[in-house]
């Protein structure tokens, strides 16, 4: 670990897996950052990496912690900036908290100032979970412009749904622990081809979250074929309420979390149904509201969701440097 030092905090770089003290510290700041901007500022992927993610040798921690009286780091800390690697020649992923109360201070800059000792800029894509007009700021400032949009939409409780009818020669029925693990997995890479992300989901990644507190198997809903085979899926999550103390209370909110058809059983309306299914179920557990996430550019799914009455509720934007960069 190494350190230097501004006048009113101390940035530390780390490398690999955060201790158990670093990453508690970690999530503490994303749940302040989440508290005061309604959005959370590390994705879940960045979460799992930092806990027990299979890239966790190579991960780039950049901490600012205040200064005390003698110049050294306090024990407070205030921001964080995860630069998480890609297998092979795909560009990392860059994700900044810094603490509300201690934001328009240069905390941001300097994060970003010493990861560029660290890596190249130009090898990392930057996320800005709801777009604050900060983060841009701090994008433009060393060249970053928007790649891509993923939209976040909501469904409120009273909204009519079409019903959950699957197609002739599909099943219904919820995922089962330590029998479904391979063969859904080879069914989300396959649904999921030209989609980096979710398509590279790996066995440690699913391990993972599977032990979250969130994880349901009976609302995990695979479609079957007529030889038992997976042909689509639909995962929901439920984020539970919360109690914030700068925006009062977030009721429990239902998520469509995964939803997938493997390529032979596209055009079939399977992955509608699957969808009509899945908030279904998150309604039965007596949810007012149901979100998503969608990149904006999926005119298909967008259009999709938008029968089913969802509306645009925030977006998520990626930043990158260079010739890959939009606008």
């Given amino acids: 670990m190494s350190a230097t030092q501004s006048t009113d905090w101390t940035i530390t770089t780390s490398t690999g897996r955060p201790g158990t003290e670093l990453l508690g510290r970690i999530t503490a700041l994303a749940a302040d950052a989440e508290d005061t901007d309604g959005n959370p500022p590390l994705s879940e992927q960045t979460l799992v990496e930092l806990r027990t993610g299979e890239s966790a040798d190579a991960l780039l921690v950049i901490a600012a912690w ?13 921001g964080v900036a995860v630069a998480v690697p890609a297998p092979g020649q795909s560009p990392g992923t860059l994700e900044i908290v810094v603490h509300p109360e201690y934001r328009n201070d240069g905390i941001g800059a300097a994060l970003v100032a010493t990861l560029a000792v660290q890596v190249p800029l130009e090898s990392l894509q930057a996320w800005s979970h709801g777009n604050h007009e900060a983060a841009a700021r701090l994008a433009h400032h060393h060249g970053f412009a928007p790649v891509r949009e993923l939209w976040r939409m909501r469904l409120m409780h009273d909204a009519g749904l079409p019903p959950a009818e699957m197609p002739p020669g599909y099943r219904l029925r919820p995922f089962v622990p330590g029998q479904d693990e391979q063969d859904w997995l080879a069914a989300n890479a396959a649904a999921f081809s030209d989609h980096a992300e ?9 391990a993972a979250r599977m032990e979250e507190d969130w994880f349901d198997p009976d609302g995990f809903l695979l479609a079957e074929d007529g030889d038992g085979r997976i042909a689509g899926f639909h995962w929901t999550k439920v984020h539970p309420a919360l109690k914030s103390l700068t925006t009062g209370e977030h009721h429990a909110v239902g998520e469509v979390y995964v939803v997938g058809v493997v390529p032979a059983a596209q055009g079939t309306g399977l992955g509608r149904a699957l969808t009509v299914a899945g908030i279904e179920y998150l309604r039965s557990r007596g949810l007012k509201a149901v979100m998503l996430y969608v990149d904006a550019d999926n005119t298909a799914a967008v259009g999709l969701y938008q029968k089913l009455g969802f509306t645009r509720w925030d977006v998520d934007v990626m930043y990158a440097r260079g010739a890959s960069a939009a606008g």
Avoid: C, K, N, R
């Fill in 198 to 206: 979710q398509g590279a989901m790996t066995q440690a990644d699913l």
């Fill in 66 to 78: 205040l200064a005390d009286t003698d110049g050294g780091a306090s024990g407070e800390l205030v």
